[in-house]
T-cell receptor, first 113, second 114 residues
Framework: GQNIDQPTEMTATEGAIVQINCTYQTSGFNGLFWYQQHAGEAPTFLSYNVLDGLEEKGRFSSFLSRSKGYSYLLLKELQMKDSASYLCAVRGPYSGSARQLTFGSGTQLTVLP | DSGVTQTPKHLITATGQRVTLRCSPRSGDLSVYWYQQSLDQGLQFLIQYYNGEERAKGNILERFSAQQFPDLHSELNLSSLELGDSALYFC?????????????FGQGTRLTVV
């Protein structure tokens, strides 16, 4: 099975940088995803890591260390619209042609003016 | 727009009733996932189908069932509904093959059991 841990809440100021951590224990690993979810809306894909290292995508970057079972999402130049829940998700072992995606409980980020 | 369509958007029903939620995946996606999201919980994986066959089961109650049809749309059936079943139900789809294939989510069905 898989166990994913993220902080429940974080607060940051507009224009600042925030790092949201995610740790996981899994019986099989085939990638880690970060999703953003505004209240009552569908999660939207932000980033994907399968190899160790940093993936950068505009104001968002995601880092993975497979040996440590650790990832973080870095958000730069925070904007008010970044206030949302950030979900860490781990893709499990290969099973046929499908892989299960297991989500953490999410980190609710509040950006203050 | 993710390309994943869920109907209905909102559903209000009474305890003990049965409802069916529908999901049309993105064109070409063979995998469909169902998730439940309650107010105080994260996304809970319920069940996954691939090309019509059940592939993985998560925390799905026996009162719940799902299927994927030949045209790849999927339905989630919830029966003997309880107040605690009130939640957002999301469907997601993904392509098979490749490593960096993210799941695309529909807008969800908000179920309220009264």
């Amino acid at each position: 099975g898989q166990n994913i841990d993220q902080p429940t809440e974080m607060t940051a100021t507009e224009g600042a940088i925030v790092q949201i951590n995610c740790t996981y224990q899994t019986s099989g690993f085939n990638g880690l995803f970060w999703y953003q979810q505004h209240a009552g809306e569908a999660p939207t894909f932000l980033s994907y890591n399968v190899l160790d290292g940093l993936e950068e995508k505009g104001r968002f970057s995601s880092f993975l260390s497979r040996s440590k079972g650790y990832s973080y999402l870095l958000l730069k130049e925070l904007q008010m619209k970044d206030s949302a829940s950030y979900l860490c998700a781990v893709r499990g072992p290969y099973s046929g042609s499908a892989r299960q995606l297991t989500f953490g409980s999410g980190t609710q980020l509040t950006v203050l003016p | 727009d993710s390309g994943v369509t869920q109907t209905p958007k909102h559903l209000i029903t009474a305890t003990g009733q049965r409802v069916t939620l529908r999901c049309s995946p993105r064109s070409g996606d063979l995998s469909v996932y169902w998730y439940q999201q309650s107010l105080d919980q994260g996304l809970q994986f319920l069940i996954q189908y691939y090309n019509g066959e059940e592939r993985a089961k998560g925390n799905i109650l026996e009162r719940f069932s799902a299927q994927q049809f030949p045209d790849l749309h999927s339905e989630l059936n919830l029966s003997s509904l309880e107040l605690g079943d009130s939640a957002l139900y999301f469907c997601a789809s993904s392509v098979t093959g490749g490593l960096n294939t993210e799941a695309f989510f529909g807008q969800g069905t908000r179920l309220t059991v009264v």
